[in-house]
C-alpha cells in the first residue's frame, strides 16, 4: 500500500511537470516593461534561445516554444558574392512569417522584420520577403539567375540534415531560404547564422547605391546593410562632436567595381591600379560632387560610406548615405550619395585562346585513351569534395573535383610523364604525371565564376596552379 502511495505521487508530480513545461509564451500576453536581454537570450538549449520583439513588446521563446509551433521543412543553399554556390541541403524550422504571427500583429508593407544575431550582424527582411517569399533565385549548378523559379521562403531553422544545428559553426538558430527542391539557391546575404533576435518594426525606404567603374555593380540597401555589418566589412568613425558613424569603407565599394574581378571582399582591391592613380566621384543626389585621388583612399579603412550615426538610420540631409571619416574635410562630407563613379577605363572581354575539338569548358587530351571535354554541368555533377592547402595568401579551402579521377576517365596511355595545364590567356605550366598521381588532394577547383577553374597541387609549388585552366594536355 505504501508502496503505491509513492508512485501516485510521483505521477502526480510528472503530470504537474509537463503542465508547467506547456505553458509557452502568449503571443498576445501583456508587453514585457523591459525588453529581455542579449545575455539571457544566449543561454544554452535548455533556456531562451530566441528573443521576439514586436511594436507592442516582446517575449524570449525556448527551443521548446519554438518546436511547438507550426513546422517548415525545405532545400536550401546560397551563392555568395563571389559567385561561389553552396548546393541545397535539407532544414527543418518555422517559417518567418508564422513566428511573426505569434506578435499578434498584422505585419504589412510599412513593416520590416530585422534578424540580429550574437555577432553583431544584423539584416532586415521586407514584406514581401516575409510573407511572399520575394527573393531572387539561381540555378545551382550555372549560377544564373532564374527567370521563374519555385515558391522560396524564409525559414528560422533548427534543425539542418536532420540533426540539430552546429552551435559553433551555425549557432542554435540561423535563418535560410528554403524551397521544396534542391532546383535553386538564393543570394548569401539572406543566410544569417547565430540568430537570437527578431524585431518588428517600420521598414525604412528602399534605395540603391550606383557604383560605376570598369563595370557596373549596383548596390542595394539591404546588401549595403549587410557588407557593413561588423561581422562583415562594417567600419566606424567618431566625429570631433562624438558622434558615432557606421559604414562601408570607401576603397571596398572601390574595389567592387575598378576591374572585372568583382567579389565584396578586400582581394577585389587592386593595389596596383590604385598605385597607378585614378579619380573617384562621389555624387549627392542634388548633384554635389567630391572628388577623390586613389591615392587618398588606397590603404585608408577610415574614409567610408556611412548608413548609420549613433546606432540610427542618417537624418534626411544625409539619408540614405554619406561620406565621413579621417582626411576629410567639411566640405567634402556629401551627403544623400546615391552613386559612386570610378574612373578607371571600363573592362573589355577578355580573349579567351581556342582550343581543339573542345566542346565544353575543360578538355583533357594527349596521351589518353579517349579526349574528353566537360561542361560546367557535367563537371558540378561529380562528387564535390573540399581541401585544405597553403596558397600564396596562407591556408585556404579549396572546392571542386579531384583531378585523378578526371585522369582517370580520359586513361592514361603507357608512357605518359608529364602534364601540362593551360589557362585562358595562353599561361602554361608543366608537372610531373607521377606528382600528380601520387597526391590524392590534387584538384581542380572551382573559381569565383561558373564555367572557371584552377588547378590547385598541395604538395607543388604554387607557380603551378593554373588559374582558369581550360586544357590539360597528357604527354
Not at 35 to 54: C, F, I, N, Q, R
Not at 86 to 92: G, I, M
Not at 337 to 366: D, F, M, Q, R, Y
Request: charged share 15%; aromatic share 6%.
Amino acid at each position: 500500500m505504501k508502496r503505491n502511495r509513492i508512485s501516485i505521487l510521483v505521477l502526480s508530480l510528472i503530470f504537474i511537470s509537463l503542465a508547467v513545461s506547456a505553458c509557452g509564451p502568449k503571443p498576445t500576453g501583456t508587453p514585457n516593461s523591459t525588453e529581455p536581454t542579449e545575455t539571457s537570450v544566449s543561454a544554452g538549449p535548455t533556456g531562451p534561445v530566441l528573443t521576439l520583439v514586436g511594436p507592442n513588446g516582446g517575449h524570449a521563446l525556448t527551443m521548446a516554444d519554438l518546436k511547438a509551433l507550426p513546422v517548415t521543412e525545405g532545400q536550401g543553399g546560397i551563392k555568395s558574392s563571389t559567385g561561389q554556390i553552396t548546393f541545397p541541403e535539407p532544414f527543418k524550422g518555422v517559417a518567418l512569417k508564422d513566428l511573426v504571427s505569434t506578435l499578434g500583429i498584422t505585419l504589412d508593407q510599412s513593416m520590416g522584420v530585422t534578424l540580429s544575431a550574437t555577432d553583431g550582424y544584423s539584416m532586415t527582411f521586407s514584406y514581401d520577403q516575409v510573407m511572399n517569399g520575394a527573393f531572387t533565385a539561381y540555378d545551382p549548378v550555372s549560377g544564373n539567375e532564374l527567370s521563374t523559379h519555385d515558391p522560396l521562403m524564409a525559414l528560422i531553422a533548427y534543425e539542418h540534415n536532420g540533426q540539430p544545428l552546429n552551435p559553433t559553426e551555425e549557432g542554435t538558430l540561423r535563418l535560410v531560404v528554403v524551397s521544396a527542391k534542391n532546383n535553386q539557391v538564393v543570394d548569401g546575404h539572406w543566410s544569417e547564422k547565430w540568430v537570437n533576435k527578431v524585431e518588428v518594426k517600420p521598414a525604412g525606404q528602399a534605395w540603391t547605391l550606383d557604383l560605376q567603374g570598369a563595370i557596373s555593380s549596383p548596390v542595394t540597401r539591404d546588401s549595403f546593410q549587410s557588407c557593413g555589418s561588423p561581422s562583415c566589412h562594417g567600419t566606424s568613425w567618431q566625429d570631433e562632436n562624438g558622434q558615432n558613424w557606421v559604414g562601408v569603407p570607401l576603397r571596398l565599394l572601390v574595389g567592387q567595381v575598378d576591374d572585372q574581378n568583382s567579389h565584396g571582399d578586400t582581394t577585389s582591391y587592386n593595389e596596383a591600379l590604385a598605385e597607378s592613380g585614378y579619380t573617384v566621384d562621389v555624387v549627392g543626389s542634388n548633384g554635389s560632387t567630391i572628388t577623390l585621388d586613389s591615392q587618398t583612399i588606397k590603404e585608408n579603412n577610415a574614409i567610408l560610406v556611412a548608413f548609420l550615426v549613433n546606432n540610427g538610420e542618417l537624418p534626411d540631409q544625409y539619408y540614405p548615405l554619406r561620406l565621413v571619416g579621417t582626411d576629410l574635410q567639411n566640405s567634402q562630407m556629401v551627403g544623400q550619395i546615391t552613386k559612386i563613379v570610378v574612373n578607371v577605363p571600363s573592362a573589355s572581354t577578355p580573349t579567351v585562346a581556342a582550343v581543339p575539338e573542345n566542346s565544353g569548358t575543360l578538355t583533357i587530351t594527349g596521351m589518353v585513351n579517349q579526349g574528353l571535354s566537360f561542361m560546367d554541368a557535367d563537371l558540378r555533377a561529380m562528387d564535390i569534395v573540399t581541401i585544405s592547402a597553403q596558397g600564396k595568401n596562407g591556408p585556404q579551402d579549396f572546392q571542386g573535383v579531384l583531378l585523378n579521377p578526371l585522369l582517370d576517365k580520359a586513361g592514361l596511355k603507357d608512357g605518359a610523364s608529364k602534364l601540362t595545364f593551360t589557362a585562358s590567356d595562353n599561361y602554361s605550366a608543366d608537372v610531373n604525371l607521377s606528382d600528380v598521381r601520387n597526391c590524392p588532394k590534387a584538384l581542380l577547383a572551382f573559381m569565383d565564376t561558373p564555367g572557371t577553374y584552377m588547378i590547385v597541387l598541395p604538395d607543388q609549388p604554387t607557380s603551378t596552379w593554373v588559374k582558369n585552366v581550360i586544357l590539360i594536355e597528357v604527354k
